[in-house]
């Protein structure tokens, strides 16, 4: 197996794609002459000319759409946006016009086209540029919500989201890019709709998705060292939720911490707690708690922000709690 | 608006002036029988946006279109889904919620599709269908295909930042697609000079992008259709978007809750004495091309379609409740309940 970063692995799944299938073409801010905002598409341009690694101007909105209508007439666009607070603009199209469009037709429209960006809080940037969007998109039926943790998960969840016939809402975070792992050699596709489980245990389930993967499995080690044994999933696939996977982790743990980027309130962990009481709170020793960031603004100031990301303490905290220790 | 001046030379031939006419007829005869079942029958529901008035702006642009072009609209959109050729069953259908709607009864009066005749929607976003439009031609582009796509937006859209992103996009890659912009003079109840700093709407949309902008008299349906062809042939020769501004007039509300009491009952007559479908009435029968005898039998014709239509829609089965959960993904779709 390769070792690959976050970002390279990305490239890979892009490119593989692209060679596979003309119909799929890459756009969006800086991402051709600039090699990528984040270097993600670094050499595409070269590789595969101006007419399928296209360059837009400033305008979320415009290119989400024109890629949009790319998808309803054939194309397999991949927008890339700088990063997904950018997409905030550009959320009329995705909303109204991608995840809409097959439904208010009566099924006529495939829409293969995916959204992917960085993400999430990366340090200092501040309010307007650390959102973490995954709460916002994944209610809306008819968008498939996706976040990889390791490069071998964005290689094949990349490629899988390209592949698919609906609208991909494909998170990364932007501090996830430089990092390493192994990435299977050969053809590599993770399925949609399919959690992983990271760190199997009997003790507690560990519920979390993209960059506190690190701190929950390094939480777990510490638990072990307790003699706590914890199971650790990896979401992956935000919408579709892998529900099969979640209750058979609870019925075997009884307890469950979900850790989270998240906004408390309405963030993601609150629908999926909602969804694992109503399938099996007869199987819960004690209620599902959840670490997420704090219900305030992403602060500038390092420390503020810091206080504010779920951390190996605050995990322990949370397991101390439903283990009753 | 100006007076309305036909072409001296025609520019087309007889049959296709017939049908024309035949096609205003049809929107004109739809939209009034679709208003009486929503106000008398209490059988649609939701918005409705009437287009009668409008008819020549869409009748003489899809006129010059060749049968694999796109077109697509905003949420008045029963006009050009009919002449774009979806059945009045159809249409009626859908407006009546039923299954055998275009949209399975699950878009209505807003969202009217026709994928297969190159009807690409019926969007209800003020402006967020024009970067669509700008998505359609540039999939014809990258694929090397000659086609065309029209694409219909009101005097109230411009005023969107969307509009100017895909305006500017599509100008710079020289994309295939026209922009037809039906000045109607109300944006809703704001009138144009309450909304737009400069009136004349191609200095707005044509001139800051460096592409030809045309002003037509959109109540002359073969004003609107030379106007069309010329630019549908400047896009399909590579050259790239073309702006049209037509000038029209709705003669009913914005939409069928209002009585539109920003405008005079004057101003309504001056604009109904010179209703386009009377006016190219009355110049095909100077050509000598129809009699009295013949607008009548194609009135005749024209109701009969539309009651059909009618009939068609009110026999037609209400969507099963489990077909909520139909046609929300390609994949099998799993509720997140």
Same mark, same amino acid.
């Given at each position: 197996?390769?070792?690959?970063?976050?970002?390279?692995?990305?490239?890979?799944?892009?490119?593989?794609?692209?060679?596979?299938?003309?119909?799929?073409?890459?756009?969006?801010?800086?991402?051709?002459?600039?090699?990528? *905002?984040?270097?993600?598409?670094?050499?595409?341009?070269?590789?595969?000319?101006?007419?399928?690694?296209?360059?837009?101007?400033?305008?979320?909105?415009?290119? *989400?759409?024109?890629?949009?209508?790319?998808?309803?007439?054939?194309?397999?666009?991949?927008?890339?946006?700088?990063?997904?607070?950018?997409?905030?603009?550009?959320?009329?199209?995705?909303?109204?016009?991608?995840?809409?469009?097959?439904?208010?037709?009566?099924?006529?429209?495939?829409?293969?086209?995916?959204?992917?960006?960085?993400?999430?809080?990366?340090?200092?940037?501040?309010?307007?540029?650390?959102?973490?969007?995954?709460?916002?998109?994944?209610?809306?039926?008819?968008?498939?919500?996706?976040?990889?943790?390791?490069? *071998?998960?964005?290689?094949?969840?990349?490629?899988?989201?390209?592949?698919?016939?609906?609208?991909?809402?494909?998170?990364?975070?932007?501090?996830?890019?430089?990092?390493?792992?192994?990435?299977?050699?050969?053809?590599?596709?993770?399925?949609?709709?399919?959690?992983?489980?990271?760190?199997?245990?009997?003790?507690?389930?560990?519920?979390?998705?993209?960059?506190?993967?690190?701190?929950?499995?390094?939480?777990?080690?510490?638990?072990?060292?307790?003699?706590?044994?914890?199971?650790?999933?990896?979401?992956?696939?935000?919408?579709?939720?892998?529900?099969?996977?979640?209750?058979?982790?609870?019925?075997?743990?009884?307890?469950?911490?979900?850790?989270?980027?998240?906004?408390?309130?309405?963030?993601?962990?609150?629908?999926? *707690?909602?969804?694992?009481?109503?399938?099996?709170?007869?199987?819960?020793?004690?209620?599902?708690?959840?670490?997420?960031?704090?219900?305030?603004?992403?602060?500038?100031?390092?420390?503020?922000?810091?206080?504010?990301?779920?951390?190996?303490?605050?995990?322990?905290?949370?397991?101390?709690?439903?283990?009753?220790? | 608006?100006?007076?309305?001046?036909?072409?001296?030379?025609?520019?087309?031939?007889?049959?296709?002036?017939?049908?024309?006419?035949?096609?205003?007829?049809?929107?004109?005869?739809?939209?009034?029988?679709?208003?009486?079942?929503?106000?008398?029958?209490?059988?649609?529901?939701?918005?409705?946006?009437?287009?009668?008035?409008?008819?020549?702006?869409?009748?003489?642009?899809?006129?010059?279109?060749?049968?694999?072009?796109?077109?697509?609209?905003?949420?008045?959109?029963?006009?050009?889904?009919?002449?774009?050729?979806?059945?009045?069953?159809?249409?009626?259908?859908?407006?009546?919620?039923?299954?055998?709607?275009?949209?399975?009864?699950?878009?209505?009066?807003?969202?009217?599709?026709?994928?297969?005749?190159?009807?690409?929607?019926?969007?209800?976003?003020?402006?967020?269908?024009?970067?669509?439009?700008?998505?359609?031609?540039?999939?014809?582009?990258?694929?090397?295909?000659?086609?065309?796509?029209?694409?219909?937006?009101?005097?109230?859209?411009?005023?969107?930042?969307?509009?100017?992103?895909?305006?500017?996009?599509?100008?710079?890659?020289?994309?295939?697609?026209?922009?037809?912009?039906?000045?109607?003079?109300?944006?809703?109840?704001?009138?144009?000079?309450?909304?737009?700093?400069?009136?004349?709407?191609?200095?707005?949309?044509?001139?800051?992008?460096?592409?030809?902008?045309?002003?037509?008299?959109?109540?002359?349906?073969?004003?609107?259709?030379?106007?069309?062809?010329?630019?549908?042939?400047?896009?399909?020769?590579?050259?790239?978007?073309?702006?049209?501004?037509?000038?029209?007039?709705?003669?009913?509300?914005?939409?069928?809750?209002?009585?539109?009491?920003?405008?005079?009952?004057?101003?309504?007559?001056?604009?109904?004495?010179?209703?386009?479908?009377?006016?190219?009435?009355?110049?095909?029968?100077?050509?000598?091309?129809?009699?009295?005898?013949?607008?009548?039998?194609?009135?005749?014709?024209?109701?009969?379609?539309?009651?059909?239509?009618?009939?068609?829609?009110?026999?037609?089965?209400?969507?099963?409740?489990?077909?909520?959960?139909?046609?929300?993904?390609?994949?099998?779709?799993?509720?997140?309940?």
């Amino acid at each position: 197996m390769a070792v690959l970063s976050f970002r390279e692995a990305l490239n890979q799944a892009m490119t593989e794609e692209m060679e596979r299938d003309d119909r799929v073409f890459l756009m969006g801010e800086e991402v051709a002459e600039y090699d990528g *905002a984040y270097k993600v598409s670094q050499g595409m341009l070269k590789r595969f000319g101006p007419r399928r690694v296209v360059d837009t101007p400033i305008s979320e909105e415009g290119f *989400a759409g024109i890629g949009i209508g790319a998808a309803m007439v054939g194309l397999r666009p991949i927008v890339e946006f700088m990063t997904f607070s950018f997409s905030l603009v550009a959320f009329d199209q995705i909303v109204n016009n991608s995840a809409n469009m097959r439904y208010m037709s009566g099924g006529q429209f495939d829409m293969p086209i995916v959204f992917r960006g960085s993400s999430g809080m990366a340090g200092q940037l501040g309010a307007t540029h650390s959102h973490r969007p995954e709460a916002w998109y994944a209610q809306v039926p008819g968008l498939t919500v996706l976040t990889a943790a390791t490069p *071998a998960d964005a290689k094949g969840l990349l490629k899988s989201a390209i592949r698919s016939d609906d609208p991909v809402v494909f998170l990364e975070h932007e501090v996830l890019y430089p990092q390493k792992g192994e990435v299977p050699d050969g053809e590599h596709l993770v399925p949609i709709g399919k959690a992983d489980v990271k760190r199997p245990g009997e003790d507690v389930t560990l519920i979390t998705y993209s960059r506190p993967l690190k701190e929950t499995l390094a939480a777990a080690e510490e638990l072990a060292a307790q003699g706590i044994d914890a199971e650790v999933i990896d979401l992956r696939s935000i919408r579709p939720l892998d529900m099969e996977t979640l209750t058979r982790s609870v019925v075997k743990t009884h307890r469950a911490v979900i850790v989270e980027e998240n906004w408390p309130y309405c963030g993601l962990g609150a629908g999926v *707690a909602d969804r694992i009481y109503r399938a099996v709170f007869d199987e819960l020793d004690a209620p599902i708690l959840r670490v997420a960031s704090s219900d305030a603004p992403i602060p500038y100031n390092k420390r503020m922000e810091s206080s504010m990301l779920p951390s190996v303490p605050r995990i322990l905290a949370a397991v101390d709690q439903v283990t009753y220790r | 608006m100006a007076s309305v001046q036909m072409e001296v030379e025609p520019i087309v031939d007889r049959t296709k002036a017939l049908d024309w006419l035949r096609q205003m007829m049809l929107i004109r005869r739809f939209e009034e029988r679709a208003e009486m079942l929503y106000q008398k029958g209490n059988k649609i529901g939701g918005f409705f946006h009437q287009y009668s008035g409008q008819e020549p702006v869409a009748v003489g642009s899809i006129g010059v279109l060749r049968e694999n072009d796109w077109v697509v609209t905003a949420y008045r959109d029963h006009g050009h889904a009919l002449i774009m050729g979806m059945p009045a069953r159809v249409g009626m259908a859908e407006l009546l919620g039923k299954a055998t709607g275009c949209s399975k009864g699950k878009g209505g009066s807003m969202h009217f599709f026709d994928v297969k005749r190159g009807m690409l929607g019926g969007h209800a976003i003020v402006g967020s269908h024009i970067p669509l439009a700008a998505g359609f031609a540039f999939a014809a582009k990258y694929r090397g295909e000659d086609r065309v796509t029209l694409c219909y937006l009101g005097d109230g859209a411009i005023n969107q930042g969307g509009v100017h992103e895909a305006l500017n996009m599509a100008a710079l890659w020289k994309l295939p697609v026209v922009y037809i912009i039906e000045n109607n003079l109300y944006a809703m109840g704001t009138q144009l000079v309450r909304s737009s700093a400069v009136e004349d709407l191609t200095v707005r949309c044509a001139v800051p992008y460096g592409i030809p902008g045309h002003q037509v008299n959109g109540n002359d349906v073969e004003a609107m259709a030379k106007t069309t062809l010329e630019a549908v042939e400047h896009a399909r020769a590579g050259e790239g978007p073309s702006v049209i501004e037509a000038g029209t007039y709705r003669y009913k509300g914005h939409s069928i809750s209002d009585p539109a009491t920003y405008r005079s009952r004057g101003e309504l007559d001056e604009h109904m004495k010179k209703d386009p479908i009377i006016q190219y009435e009355n110049v095909l029968r100077d050509r000598g091309w129809l009699d009295d005898d013949a607008i009548e039998a194609m009135l005749d014709e024209v109701k009969a379609e539309i009651e059909d239509a009618i009939e068609f829609a009110e026999d037609s089965e209400q969507p099963s409740l489990e077909s909520l959960y139909e046609d929300v993904t390609a994949a099998p779709f799993i509720p997140q309940e």
